[in-house]
């Protein structure tokens, strides 16, 4: 049974730091893709970024980059979430999602809710002003 437990959320003022991170089991987790999505009140859950299976490749939305880094760790089935300069605008409960092994995925950086087979339960981020 694939789990993933998302922490490191919280209240932070605008331009200030967190780093989540999502410790996932029940898989073998140097063989999936790792993303982490957003979703702010009132809105729908959107793509932040995404890590390949060995971490060498990253994507990330146009709103985070430059400002957040994604992360993992192998040896610890950990996937992280460096935020720094944030704003209030990024204020949402941030999930991390896992997909499934599939061959020739080696590079891969999903971006979409749909291509990802598992869930997180979320952690809230708050920025204030």
């Known amino acids: 049974q694939v789990q993933l437990v998302e922490s490191g959320g919280g209240l932070v003022q605008a331009g200030g730091s967190l780093r989540l991170s999502c410790a996932a089991s029940?898989?073998?987790?140097?063989?999936?893709?790792m993303g982490w999505f957003r979703q702010a009140p009132g809105k729908e859950r959107e793509f932040a970024a995404a890590?390949?299976?060995?971490?060498?490749?990253?994507s990330y939305a146009d709103s985070v980059r430059g400002r957040f880094t994604i992360s993992r760790d192998n040896a610890k089935n950990t996937v992280y979430l460096q935020m720094n300069s944030l704003k209030p605008e990024d204020t949402a409960v941030y999930y991390c999602?896992?997909?499934?092994?599939?061959?020739?995925?080696?590079?891969?950086?999903?971006?979409?809710?749909?291509?990802?087979?598992?869930w997180g339960q979320g952690t809230q981020v708050t920025v204030s002003s």
């Open positions: 029940g898989l073998t987790f140097s063989s999936n893709p």
């Open positions: 890590i390949s299976w060995g971490g060498t490749r990253a």
């Open positions: 999602a896992v997909r499934r092994y599939r061959s020739g995925e080696r590079y891969y950086t999903p971006a979409t809710l749909g291509e990802y087979d598992y």
